[in-house]
């Protein structure tokens, strides 16, 4: 099977993979060293516009934490993002559900600074796929989806929801509906299918794009991946035996 990608040349291809491979840009939290001190639970603020769940799990993990809190178990401390003079939660909400079910006034956090609600949600996603339950297919879909219009690049994304820059093409490439081929030539992909010298040009793209690769201009995990993402978008138009 010989899959072909769309215009992976020239121009359009360094526009591609300089907005997908550059260096990632968003600021590294160190929790490990951030100030830790004793919150009001009324003082922290909750917006689900910047969970990355679709819903607390309060029938099996908020329980869960109530029985070991019970038994004296010590939890992590809550991740806290301070933002525009609130104090948001980032990491640990069922851990605050367990406390406030015990009719815990306070309980520990770790607080850092930031700067827009991309940076609070962007971590949100980062500690959430780190540890405990993982993300459902949806939840995962909505993820990736919210950071692609926060502006995050597919190298932070990937280091961000821990998954194959294979799957963020997978769920954020847009539908293309013409193929424009490296002669110039469009075709439309409701039904037109291209001939055996449009396929020669697309061969020979698919080429120049693994040559780059080959030369350390981009990385062959990135090439790979916009292999697929082709694929996945042409509706496997170009796919030939």
Not at 122 to 138: C, M, P, Q, T, Y
Request: include cysteine.
């Amino acid at each position: 099977m010989i899959i072909l990608p769309f215009s992976l040349w020239g121009e359009t291809l360094k526009q591609e993979m300089n907005g997908d491979i550059r260096e990632a840009a968003r600021k590294n939290y160190d929790w490990d060293h951030a100030p830790v001190s004793r919150e009001k639970i009324s003082d922290l603020v909750f917006d689900w516009r910047l969970y990355p769940r679709k819903e607390v799990d309060h029938q099996t993990v908020v329980q869960h934490y109530v029985k070991a809190l019970e038994a004296g178990a010590v939890f992590p401390t809550v991740k806290v993002g301070l933002f525009k003079g609130k104090k948001t939660i980032v990491d640990g909400l069922h851990r605050v559900r367990a406390h406030t079910q015990l009719k815990r006034d306070y309980v520990d956090c770790s607080t850092l600074p930031f700067e827009s609600e991309a940076e609070l949600f962007a971590e949100a996603v980062r500690l959430n796929s780190s540890h405990g339950k993982r993300f459902s297919d949806i939840e995962l879909k909505e993820n990736i989806k919210r950071l692609k219009q926060y502006k995050f690049n597919v190298r932070d994304i990937v280091a961000l929801v821990h998954v194959p820059a294979s799957e963020i093409y997978r769920e954020a490439a847009a539908p293309i509906a013409v193929l424009t081929l490296p002669c110039g030539k469009k075709i439309g992909l409701g039904n037109a299918k291209p001939d055996s010298l449009d396929l020669v040009q697309l061969k020979n793209a698919l080429k120049s794009c693994i040559r780059l690769a080959g030369s350390g201009q981009i990385g062959n995990a990135e090439t790979m991946s916009l292999v697929v993402r082709c694929h996945l978008e042409l509706g496997k138009v170009l796919s030939h035996g």
